[in-house]
Structure formats: C-alpha cells, structure tokens
C-alpha cells in the first residue's frame, strides 16, 4: 500500500497534478511562518524597547529607602537590581556676584543603572539639543556628573567647568543626549543633573523631610525573566497590601506608562490580526487546491475501483500521498519563510532595529501544525469523497452526490480553522471575533451568490449578445462552482480590506496621539498676574497654541460623605491616589483633547458644583457618575457631585487632569497656572530665557521623552505597515489560486463550444464578462464584510473611532472584478489560443 502510495505521488507530480496543492501549501505556510518570525522578533524588540521608558522591567518607589527584605528576596528570584534617587535641588556656578544658580532634578545612579536601555552622552550641545549621542558605558565617574544642556546654558558654564551641588563640587563631564527613564512627573521636569549614588552623601542635601523619590529597578534574566518579574510584582503587591509599607508605588510597562500601554496593545493586536487573516487566506488556497485535486482525480479513482482496490485501500493510498505533500510542503514552507524573514529585515533597513532579539523555535514549529492542520481540516473533506466514485464512472460521466460522512468532515475543516485561529492569535476574544466574523460571512456570501444567480436567470432570456448570454448560461450550468468561486474570492478580498481599515484607522490614531507637533514644553507655576504676559511672551517666541490651565492642589477627604484614608483602598495604586495631593483644574469648555465617554459636561451654573473625572480614576477609586467628591484645597472644603467621565489621550503630551470643576465653585480657591506647547529647534531659547525673567517658574523641555515615544511609535508604525504590504502579497496569491479552481472545467466547456461554432473572440468576451460578474460581486461582498468587521474591531478590540468611508464598497467592487479579470486571463488565455480538438483532448 506504502509503495503503491509512493508511485502513484511520483507519477501525480510528474503529471503536475500536485504541483498546484504544493505550491498552495507552501505559500500558505510561508506567508503564515514568514510573518510569524518576524512578528515573534518584532514583539520582543517592541517589549525590549517600550520597556527601556522605564529602564527596567519593574520599578518600586517610595519617599524613604526601600525594605532590604524586598532587595534579597528579588535577588532570590535572579533579578538584578540597581538603584536610583530623585529630588530637586540647586545647581550652582561662578563665584561671588557671577554665581549663577538653577533649579534642577537631580538624579543619584548606582552600578548597572539603566537595566533596559542606555543613557546616551555627549560632548556636544548641538548634539544634545538633536538628542544624538554614544551609549555610556558606566555610570557618572567618581567626582563628575552629566547634565542636561539647558543647565549649561542657565549656569553660562561649559564642559569640565565645575559646578556646585550641595556642599559637594563636580566637574561637568557628560551632556545627557537621552535618558530611557526620565519619565513626564513633575520632579523630572527641571534639568538634569546626574551623579553616582554613592557620592550623593557628601552633597549633604539628603535630610529629614526632603522630598526625595527613591526608586528599585529591577528586570528579569533570561528565557523566565518575564514569569520571574511578573511573580516578583504580585509579591509585592501582597507585602503592600498586608500593610508592610506606605507610599510605595510599583510601575510597570502597563502600568507606568499608559501611552505606551496602549500603543502597544494596539500593535499586539494587529499583529495577532495579521496572524488570524493569513490563516484564512492559507485556507482558502488550501481548500480551493484540494478540491482541483479530487476533480482531476475523479476517473483515477474510479479505474482503481474497477481494478479492485476497496474503499478503505483508495483512501489509504490517497492519505499517504496528501500526508508526504503536507510534510514536504510544510517544511518548504518554513525554510522560505525563515528565508523571507531576513530578507525582509535587510529590506527594512533602518526601519527596524537591527539588533532585534533571535529567533525562537515558536514560530518554525506553528508553520510544521500549520501546514498539516490546514491539509487535515480541509483536505480531508474532497479525499472522502473520492473515497465514494463508483465504479461506473469509467463509462458514464457523472459524479455521486457528497455521502453524509464526506460533508460532516467540512465540520472537521472549519474546527481546524477555528483552531488555528485562536492559536495564531493568542487572543481569545480577537480570535473568537474574527472566526465568527469569517464563519457568518461564509453563510451571507453563499447565500448572496445563490440569491445573486437566480437574479441572473430572469435576465437570461432578454440578454441579446451572444457574450452575455454565454457568460450568463455558464454561469447558471455550473451553481456549485460558481458560488465556491464568489465565496473564496469574497473571502480572500475581505480579509485583505479589513487590514486595509484597520490599518488605516490604526495609524491616524497613533499619529493623532503624538504628532510631530505635540508639545514639547511645560511651564508650570504661573501666578494669576504673570498669566497674559507669559502668554504674549509664548506667542513672540513661535509657541502659536499655549493654552493656559489653572492648576489647584487639592487632597481628597470624602466620598459620598464618607472619609478616605489610606486604609479605604486595599489596592496600591488607589491608596498612593488616597494618600496624595491632585492636580485639580477648572475651566468652562471641554479640552479639545478629551472625549466624554458618560454623562455631560457641566453648564456652570450658579450655586452647581460638579466634577469632571478621568475614566481610568474612576475606575481605580471606584466612582461612578452621581457620586459627591470632597477635597481640601488650601485648607478649605470643596465638594462636587461627578456628572462626566472623561477619557484622555495620554500620549499626546499636553496637559491633562484627572479631575476638573467647574468654575463657579472654584472662584475662590488659590489657583497657579500651567501650560504647554511646542517650541520649534530654532526657538529652543526662549525657555532659559523665560526662568531667567521669572525665576519663580519651572520650564521643563520635554523633548526629549516626546521623541522616544514617537520612536517607538515609528517602529510599531512601519513594522504594521510593512506585515500589511506582505500580507497583501500573499492574499494576492492565495486569490490568484483560488479563482484557477475552475480552469479545467472551464477548458473543456471551451473546448466544446468552439467545437460547435462559438469563435475565439465570443469566448474571450463571455468569459471576461463572467468574470467581471462574479468579481463585482464577491468585491462588493467583501466590501460590506469587511466594513462590518472593521467596525467590530474597532469599537471592541482597538478601541478607536470607526468612520463609515464609502470608498470602501467602490474599491472592493473594482478590485474584485480586476483580479477576477486578471485572473480568469491568466489562466485561460493558452486554452483560446490552441485549436479546439487538442483542448478535448488535454482536457
């Protein structure tokens, strides 16, 4: 049986009659492993570099030292750890009346510090200024530290000119270019100073009640160091909530960054869509391929049968050969798409990090199941029917029904499909979405093909041109076939529209998020009378749009009428939110960069006082609307009930509050002011010029963690774009495959109706305009899917906007009739070529 298996596969490929399966196959898996390797390096290289925003992988912080408890229990997990001191201070150069002064952050580092990332240094202001600079191999020297350039500039000092911090004298060594975790939080808004830990000592600025941030950073080694970090965390969070510390604060990715949070589960996301529809599209050419394959093997069958071969030994010999094509094409399969992966890469240039992390075997062993689950749930269908050819097919021309056995194995096919789906994802609900999303479309298509072809039999005999009525009578001769075809290609162009949406929707959002003219200054600490001056002197300097925002310091003391503490909150972030003073405002107009998401906004009207709340707030603290919020602001009681919820784009760098009032109920309260806004290059001065005209006020450039978001960005950006053009090759293939499904049965139709008269140019016009119809269709099918589709996904998964766009339905219209056009030419253009007699006979 084995070697009756091994002939008859060596003479089908001879015959080129598995060269079609095979090439199907091992497309499929290579676009399925190609994009899996590099989407598994990718999501590493985007987890490496969104976490060098916090220079590590966890980060612990606190306003005293930290427990040594926690610092030997994390090295008992493998951790490493380094350490880092924050707090304003003084920075001072010259001497006597040419001593120059500056607020500045400083920043004490141990050994080690940064865990994710490097601290880039320079020499060069220019430089700095660009954020351009060499990774730094250690820390800050003995008796030296790094700065930021602005500190040069407010101290009119230069590199190797000492500087006085403290009690203690440095000499400037360094220009800080980037700094991973320099972070958006008032105490990093002044310059920075960067010294060694263990020379902050003699600084002697470290006393009872400064206001001194202490951070533990630590990060994970090896393949468990992510498990060993996320244990270590939920550790802690047990220790914190047993009441074993106060004021302690754990970041993660997830939770110290929430622009980048998103930003990258918005990019997992499409990356695990891209996964879910090149599956689909590896089943549509697989399926399509197989069906060719047991058409054109109809009569082997029955021949076999009549030499004696029972049911079980035909399907036997036939499962041997489809398992030896599998193993071939899946292994292929693999080899060219961990081929393809560097070669994309090369393509990528300096789009993509080079030093992406290796590959892993994950990706090379979901191409192998891959390629056999694809042939097992949807080959197997088509090799049991072929299990079912009578033995009277060898002199009489007809096929048998599908047995009830054969069509429940379609079942098999799609619990493979939907299997492969959830794997491909690793996002149950995406998955669930996008398989019920492709199952019911499979359903309305076919039904909209039967319902659009009984539309075209009332037409058939009042169309005149011979063309159109052999376009329409092939149509009709052949249901089955027909609606297969307009399913497929519908299929295919649906999955290959709905990455066009979302892709599309996706990149505005991000680029909405932090564009290139996001603010990149703060000025904080604005008094009332300093207000329209400032706000002249911003729009002399280039800053066209500089808002200005009250800013009121307020503790949160009742909710409902029942007091908060500390102990109200098990949860650690809540209670550091309890324990704290907000950031308050109050203003009259929504922020143009929010969205209310429940309620309405106040109208301010006498005697109201109501309250505005950040989503994510409510959510921590446990607020809804109607809920009555109590602060103490400046010793005064304020209360407001919370009529919005607001959500905010956290990565757009503005200025943004979790809580504003409205302005009656504010009138009397003592209120700063804050703004920001972008500075262009060319203007970069008017900040140090600013601090020296008002000393009482923090000007903060950004700048430089507004460009290691948007670097992120710019690679999650350009790896979608670019999965979404190779997808779009692939599903270009797959489409081509499935609409050749057809082309024996259409040689012989062909064949035929030449043989009776039919010239070579009414052939070429019916089948063109076939074409053109089933294309039309299955393109305006896939339209309507997939707007549906992006809607879901959108409103459920990616959590943006949907906008409706009508250009959607005329593209999927147009390109579904060119590819069914370009693809019907492909493959028949050889058959009107060559005289009738020898198309019978090739057929």
């Known amino acids: 049986m084995f070697l009756q298996a091994f002939r008859m596969t060596a003479r089908d490929w001879r015959a080129g009659q598995l060269r079609f399966l095979l090439v199907a196959l091992i497309v499929a898996v290579a676009a399925l492993s190609s994009a899996g390797f590099f989407i598994d390096r990718l999501r590493a290289g985007l987890n490496r570099d969104a976490h060098q925003l916090l220079g590590a992988d966890l980060v612990i912080a606190g306003d005293q030292q930290l427990s040594t408890a926690w610092r030997e229990e994390a090295a008992r997990r493998g951790l490493v750890l380094a350490d880092t001191a924050v707090f304003p201070s003084m920075a001072q150069a010259g001497e006597g009346e040419a001593v120059q002064s500056v607020l500045a952050s400083l920043k004490a580092v141990s050994p080690g510090y940064p865990l994710r990332g490097r601290v880039k240094v320079t020499t060069d202001p220019e430089q700095a200024n660009e954020n351009i600079g060499t990774p730094a191999p250690d820390i800050p020297a003995p008796g030296t530290v790094w700065v930021d350039v602005a500190v040069l500039r407010a101290l009119n000092a230069r590199i190797g000119d000492s500087i006085r911090v403290g009690d203690a004298t440095f000499r400037v060594a360094q220009l800080v270019a980037t700094e991973p975790d320099r972070g958006t939080g008032f105490a990093n808004f ?489 500075l262009p290059k060319k203007a970069a001065a008017l900040g140090t010029q600013l601090s020296r005209d008002y000393p009482n006020l923090t000007v903060v450039d950004v700048g430089g963690v507004l460009r290691q978001i948007q670097s992120v960005l710019d690679q999650v950006i350009q790896a979608v774009e670019f999965l979404f053009a190779f997808t779009l090759a692939s599903g270009l293939l797959v489409l081509y495959a499935a609409l050749m499904g057809s082309q024996d049965e259409r040689t012989r139709e062909s064949g035929l109706l030449r043989a009776l008269g039919a010239t070579r140019r009414q052939l070429s016009r019916a089948q063109m305009i076939e074409f053109l119809l089933v294309g039309s269709l299955a393109g305006l099918l896939a339209a309507t899917g997939a707007a549906a589709m992006g809607w879901g996904l959108a409103t459920y998964q990616f959590k943006f906007d949907w906008v409706f766009s009508p250009a959607a339905w005329m593209a999927g219209v147009a390109v579904g009739a060119v590819c069914a056009a370009v693809g019907g030419w492909l493959g028949l253009r050889n058959v009107l070529r060559q005289p009738p007699l020898q198309t019978l006979r090739e057929a």
Not at 253 to 259: C, F
Not at 436 to 454: E, I, R
Not at 536 to 550: D, I, T, V
């Open 190 to 678: 002044a310059p920075r100073v960067m010294l060694r830990l263990d020379e902050l000592p003699r600084t002697n600025l470290v006393q009872t009640g400064s206001r001194i941030t202490y951070r533990l950073l630590a990060a994970g080694q090896g393949a468990d160091g992510r498990a060993a970090v996320n244990a270590y965390a939920e550790w802690l969070r047990g220790e914190i909530n047993a009441g074993k510390a106060r004021n302690i604060r754990i970041d993660t990715l997830e939770e110290g960054r929430p622009e980048m949070r998103e930003t990258l589960e918005r990019a997992d996301r499409f990356l695990s869509l891209v996964g879910l529809l090149s599956a689909m599209l590896a089943a549509v050419a697989v399926a399509m391929a197989a069906r060719r394959f047991m058409l054109r093997h109809l009569d082997a069958c029955a021949m076999l049968r009549c030499l004696g071969l029972t049911q079980n030994q035909v399907t036997a010999i036939y499962l041997i050969e489809f398992l030896l094509v599998g193993l071939a094409g899946s292994v292929i399969g693999v080899l060219v798409g961990f081929g393809s992966h560097f070669v994309l890469l090369e393509l990528l240039g300096r789009l993509v990090q080079a030093d992406l992390p290796p590959v892993s075997v994950m990706p090379a062993l979901q191409g192998l199941a891959t390629g056999m689950l694809l042939l097992a749930g949807f080959a197997l269908p088509p090799i049991l029917q072929l299990r079912n050819v009578p033995h009277n097919r060898v002199i009489r021309r007809e096929q048998a029904p599908p047995q009830p056995m054969a069509l429940a194995t379609y079942g098999l096919g799609l619990a493979a499909f939907v299997v492969l789906l959830l794997w491909q994802a690793g996002d149950l609900r995406l998955a669930l979405y996008t398989a019920l999303g492709f199952v019911g479309a499979f359903g309305l298509f076919a039904l909209a093909g039967y319902g659009g072809l009984a539309a075209l039999k009332s037409l058939r005999t009042s169309l005149k041109h011979p063309a159109w009525r052999f376009a329409v009578t092939s149509l009709q001769r052949r249901p089955g076939a027909t609606v297969v075809q307009v399913v497929s290609l519908a299929l295919g162009l649906m999955a290959l529209l709905v990455l066009t949406i979302v892709r599309d929707d996706l990149m505005t959002s991000w680029r909405n998020a932090t564009p290139p003219d996001a603010p990149n200054h703060f000025v904080i600490n604005i008094q009332p009378d300093q207000k329209d001056e400032i706000a002249a002197r911003l729009r002399a300097g280039g800053a066209l749009e500089a808002p200005l925002y009250p800013m009121i310091r307020g503790r949160l003391t009742a909710v409902n009428g029942k007091l908060v503490t500390p102990a109200t909150y098990p949860e650690g972030r809540a209670r550091n939110l309890a324990e704290r003073e907000f950031n308050l405002s109050t203003m009259s107009e929504l922020p143009s960069q929010n969205k209310l998401t429940a309620g309405t906004w106040f109208d301010d009207a006498p005697g109201s006082a109501e309250a505005s709340v950040e989503e994510g707030l409510a959510k921590t603290l446990g607020l809804k609307l109607g809920d009555t919020m109590r602060f103490d602001i400046a010793g005064s009681p304020v209360e407001a009930r919370i009529t919005s919820l607001r959500k905010l784009e956290w990565g757009s760098m503005r200025v943004n509050f979790f809580v504003i009032i409205n302005p009656r109920a504010m009138a009397e309260t003592p209120q700063t002011w804050i703004t920001s806004f972008h």
